[in-house]
């Protein structure tokens, strides 16, 4: 409890290597938060205080959190192949509006191993013409891998852009079969 008497945020992290890098991940009471790439100390650091200054609470590296745990559990069992969907309880507190509301669509409508165009998903929120913010609301999403912004390509067939940079967005989605592997 806080001075006010209310229960503060409690925000708790870790740090999980994987096969595009080590990521990330944050969650609160109410589920995962933030998932960030390439979390080397810098960046892990800056995503940190973003967090604190956003949920107004300093987070506490806590690996054995039971969540927290079973996100980089459930995250290795996608990079080995044997999982295709997540089952984690979601914080959607960092993303509001539009950009929920599409990235929502995302995380229930394009199932593993298939993509989606930035103009198509924009069409299912009832944005037609909305490609272009479909592409922010990729580039602001909070939980990326869980939540796969690397779905959603260029209608023409181009990889489109990716937060995490394009050669992860290439790694993802050879491992769901998209993409072929990278030769080297």
């Not at 960046?43 to 107004?56: K, P, Q, S, T, Y």
């Not at 993303?95 to 509301?101: A, E, K, P, V």
Request: aromatic share 6%; proline share 7%.
């Amino acid at each position: 409890m806080d001075s006010l008497g209310q229960d503060e945020q409690r925000v708790v992290w870790a740090v999980v290597g994987t096969d595009i890098g080590p990521l990330m991940l944050a969650a609160t009471r109410d589920g995962l938060v933030n998932v960030v790439f390439h979390a080397s100390d810098a960046v892990r650091d800056r995503a940190l205080e973003r967090l604190a200054a956003r949920l107004g609470s300093e987070p506490v590296q806590d690996p054995d959190s039971p969540l927290l745990s079973e996100a980089a559990s459930q995250l290795r069992a996608y990079f080995a192949g044997r999982r295709h969907d997540f089952d984690l309880p979601l914080d959607w507190s960092l993303i509001s509006g539009f950009n929920r509301q599409v990235l929502r669509e995302l995380a229930s409508g394009v199932p593993y191993g298939t993509v989606v165009g930035y103009g198509d998903l924009a069409g299912r929120v009832g944005q037609p013409g909305g490609a272009q913010a479909v592409g922010a609301a990729m580039g602001a999403n909070p939980l990326p891998v869980v939540v796969p912004c690397h779905r959603v390509v260029e209608s023409g067939g181009g990889i489109g852009g990716f937060g995490g940079g394009l050669e992860t967005k290439r790694k993802l989605l050879a491992l769901e079969g998209v993409l072929p592997e990278p030769l080297f």
